[in-house]
């Protein structure tokens, strides 16, 4: 079974743009987590999505936004970017979001605004 | 789980050494616990989780034990390798409805192991 799968790996910005972030996850799982990781503030939530709705969010601005597809796919979007947005946005996918349920995490988008 | 308390590092150690990272969680409900780890450049892996009090994860070599009464869950090893360099990272998961759908990272603990 394929894992998690993000796409780009890579992006460079600059400041004042706007960035989407796209995450298959496994087959079968219909919750996507993403996650912030920087040196600074570590592992940071984001937002969760399970069956097309926001089901939970983490303490960012509202320029960070996401979605999720039919087929559980999900993307991320960050607008006006800042230069504190450099980071590792890391996509997590479990079964049905539940407390016993592990997230398996993708490689990552590595974003570098400048 | 809301916050989560973790072993500052880094941490060297010489190959063969006994390790242990200590995690400490506060939560309301009763959350699940797990320990990921992370290599250069690469995303989260599952390392070993734990879903009821005195249950033990296991894998690789590594355990740890859900103790209810102190909170805690810490990482154990009793011979490391080379190869288990790597960022470790303990994360409760969330504990209610509420919350459903998250994990809250500690700081993770830089291992390094020198042969």
């Known amino acids: 079974k394929a894992g998690v799968t993000q796409t780009p790996r890579y992006l460079i910005k600059t400041r004042g743009q706007q960035v989407t972030l796209s995450c298959s996850p496994i087959s079968g799982h219909r919750s996507v987590s993403w996650y912030q990781q920087t040196p600074g503030q570590g592992l940071q939530f984001l937002f969760e999505y399970f069956s097309e709705t926001q089901r939970n969010k983490g303490n960012f601005p509202g320029r960070f936004s996401g979605r999720q597809f039919s087929n559980s796919r999900s993307e991320m979007n960050v607008s006006t970017l800042e230069l504190g947005d450099s980071a590792l946005y890391l996509c997590?996918?479990?079964?049905?979001?539940?407390?016993?349920?592990?997230?398996?995490f993708g490689p990552g988008t590595r974003l570098t605004v400048l | 789980g809301d916050s989560v308390t973790q072993m500052e590092g880094p941490v060297t150690l010489s190959e063969e050494a006994f390790l242990t990272i200590n995690c400490t969680y506060t939560?309301?409900?009763?959350?699940?616990l797990f320990w990921y780890v992370q290599y250069p450049g690469e995303g989260l892996q599952l390392l070993l989780k734990a879903t009821k009090a005195d249950d033990k994860g296991s894998n690789k070599g590594f355990e740890a034990t859900y103790r209810k009464e102190t909170t805690s869950f810490h990482l154990e090893k009793g011979s490391v390798q080379v190869s288990d360099s790597a960022v470790y990272f303990c994360a409760p998961s969330a504990d209610r409805g509420s919350t459903l759908g998250r994990l809250y990272f500690g700081r993770g603990t830089q291992l390094t192991v020198w042969p």
């Open positions: 939560a309301t409900g009763y959350p699940s």
């Open positions: 997590a996918s479990s079964l049905v979001g539940s407390i016993t349920d592990t997230q398996y």
